[in-house]
């Protein structure tokens, strides 16, 4: 049973990361853990995160917004030790369920039409606060749903960009996390396992991201952001 239920959870999360470019570790993480160690769940996560983002690269290349992508791995190079010193001191529920609260706050903020113009310098911050988050629970993604989700990128390019960065991103992370918490026994082998249903979930993906436009992309965005701080707050 808890096989099966690993399976649909990480062909539900691929899903939606595929379509999106969010998803997999917001969704995947906490589930998770209700399965494996804590550490083993992160490790999971980070690596079949990197094969989603792989999988994808080469149809992502082409429609990536560079200047954003290399300040965006710039900063996660710089956040992500950060983050595993807060994964070393803090307590992870309470930093998931802070993270929850910015999420709302955020999504209240985009209905009331507030939004958070691009710049140089924030393009960094997002990257170093992504980076810290990925190191520390695994989940790059809430800081670039909230600098994007208010933005007017192009679907195809904001895609693209993000799956890119989690590539290197989460290749980093788990290159720390294993530094400092070395792999269960088991975990790389329950990886292994959680392949195909993977690749699956980011087949359904690909297919759903070519059929909706980009209101509806937006929609399904600002959805996610209040669906995961919500979740993040109330598990």
């Known amino acids: ?8 959870i990480v062909f539900l999360a691929a899903a939606i990361q595929a379509c999106t470019g969010f998803g997999f570790s917001v969704l995947a993480t906490p589930l998770l853990l209700l399965i494996f160690a804590p550490a083993a769940a992160i490790q999971i996560n980070l690596a079949l995160s990197i094969l989603i983002s792989a999988v994808l690269l080469p149809k992502l290349w082409a429609d990536l917004d560079r200047v954003l992508l290399r300040r965006l791995i710039l900063g996660s ?7 595993i010193a807060i994964h ?5 529920t309470h930093l998931r369920k802070a993270i929850g609260v910015l999420l709302i706050l ?8 507030i ?3 691009r710049s140089r310098r924030r393009d960094y911050l997002t990257g170093g606060c ?6 520390s629970l695994g989940m790059p993604g809430p800081p670039l749903m909230i600098y994007f989700a208010g933005g007017s990128m192009d679907p195809a390019l904001l895609r693209s960009t993000t799956l890119v960065c989690f ?10 996390q294993l530094g400092i918490s070395p792999a269960p026994r088991d975990s790389l082998g ?3 396992e959680l392949v195909p249903a993977t690749l699956a979930g980011v087949f359904l993906g690909q297919m759903a991201f070519r059929h909706i436009g980009t209101r509806t992309f937006v929609r399904a965005l600002r959805i996610l952001l209040a669906v995961t701080g919500a979740y993040l707050v109330l598990s």
């Open 77 to 83: 190079l710089a956040g992500a030790p950060l983050g």
């Open 88 to 92: 070393a001191v803090a307590d992870a």
């Open 1 to 8: 049973m808890e096989f099966l239920a690993a399976n649909l």
């Open 167 to 176: 590539l290197i991103v989460y290749s980093v992370s788990l290159m720390l």
């Open 106 to 113: 955020f999504t209240v903020a985009l209905v009331r039409n």
């Open 190 to 192: 329950s990886a292994l």
């Open 115 to 117: 939004r958070l113009a």
């Open 130 to 135: 992504a980076g810290a988050l990925s190191s």
